[in-house]
């Protein structure tokens, strides 16, 4: 059974930091590209951060470069976002994305409909 397990979420003040995880199951998680997505009330799912399946390639949203820090460990089947210097408008649902497919190092790769499989996500509130 496929499982991603999002933790790590919780309401901090702006300015602050999170480091959120995400735990990996029931598939082989090192052949795997791992992606963040976020969704505010009202908006579009968006990509945030991604990373290869070594952890060589890693991209960014604009809105986060420099905030947020993607990485992964294989071993122990885990990804994290560390997130640092949050502002309000980080507040959304974050959840992690595993994607099969070859990585590619633009915006275009992340393509939500395109991912195999989906955490349930993790609550961020930034208080201002």
């Known amino acids: 059974q496929v499982q991603l397990v999002e933790s790590g979420g919780g309401l901090v003040q702006a300015g602050g930091s999170l480091r959120l995880s995400c735990a990996a199951s029931?598939?082989?998680?090192?052949?795997?590209?791992m992606g963040w997505f976020r969704q505010a009330p009202g908006k579009e799912r968006e990509i945030v951060a991604g990373i290869s399946w070594s952890g060589a390639g890693t991209y960014y949203a604009d809105s986060v470069k420099g905030r947020f820090t993607i990485s992964r460990d294989n071993a122990k089947n885990t990804v994290y976002l560390q997130m640092n210097s949050l502002k309000s408008e980080d507040t959304a649902v974050y959840y992690c994305?595993?994607?099969?497919?070859?990585?590619?190092?633009?915006?275009?790769?992340?393509?939500?409909?395109?991912?195999?499989?989906w955490g349930q996500g993790t609550q961020v509130t930034v208080s201002s």
């Open positions: 029931g598939f082989t998680f090192s052949s795997y590209t």
């Open positions: 994305a595993a994607y099969r497919k070859d990585y590619g190092g633009g915006y275009d790769y992340w393509r939500p409909h395109e991912s195999d499989y």
